[in-house]
DNA sequence: GTACATGCAAAGGGTTTGCAAACGG
DNA sequence: CCGTTTGCAAACCCTTTGCATGTAC
């Protein structure tokens, strides 16, 4: 097999039992631009080998998530979609052509935390998401 | 009957059917304090009258939203919560007790339209949700 | 009267799980 | 080796739907 990728690195680290199937899956993350759902994942696993599961794709999913390697996003269409943990950003989802757009924004960060203070909270974890229409003009 | 409530007024306005059904699950969601998941409708609907099935709730949840009536929420629980129409709002919910709380911030409402303006898009629609536990101190 | 709403039960989509066989450290 | 992971299929949860019956206007 090809050189370890990040994530599988991170993996060991973190002391998982590293199989051929989740190798493979924190490859396809890995190598992931998109946000892809749990099928999209599956499907792109079994390309590089047939050998993979559906219920093995969840259960590593779940378990990369668990171990804080993945986040999991529920955009509202009904089905989870993941990716690699990284730097915290916002999504911004394109409501025409279904892109999902990254983005950061300090005032709004500032914001958030200021609002929950104000009604008597610690902010543990929130969720944004714009939906919008590309402008052409 | 007892007098009809806005909802149902709403409802008559608007030219739908008024079943005994769909007035029922109009003044359960009316007299909702919270926001009730679907589970949480039927059950209150068939305790002011037996005769309404969970499929009957479902399709006249959607009616009421699709009539703007209702707005449904999806606070990530893997089902839907609802709530009457009003003025826009967010919402923080506490992860401690579930409560929801309602709020509105001018200063995020503007800053969002920003945000989408600044990627080069409108912004149709948006989700907010901020997850916190109570401040003791 | 007639188009529409309902109840029931079956089907649907996404996700989870029990179990025996296969496997990693 | 031995506990963990896997594949398979069945089960789950929430939601939708087909159909025969009942009902609002």
Redesign the pocket.
């Known amino acids: 097999m090809a050189k370890l990728t990040q994530l599988e690195r991170l993996c ?1 680290k973190k002391g ?7 190798r493979i899956i924190a490859r396809v993350i890995s190598n992931a631009e998109d946000h892809p ?3 999209t994942v599956y499907r792109r696993a079994t390309e590089i080998d047939p ?6 794709v ?3 999913l ?2 990369f998530e668990d171990a804080n390697i993945l986040v999991r996003h529920d955009f509202g269409e ?3 979609r993941y990716e690699e943990t990284g730097e915290h950003h916002e999504h911004l989802i394109d409501i025409e052509s279904g892109e999902v757009i990254e983005f950061v924004d300090a005032e709004l960060e500032a914001l958030k935390e200021r609002v929950a203070a104000r009604l008597g909270y610690d902010l543990i974890d929130h969720r944004l998401e714009l939906y919008g229409r590309k402008r052409r003009d």
Chains 1, 2 share one sequence.
């Open positions: 060991e998982l039992k590293m199989t051929d199937q989740r759902d749990v099928e050998r993979i599961s559906i219920a093995t969840y259960r590593s779940k378990l009904g089905r989870a």
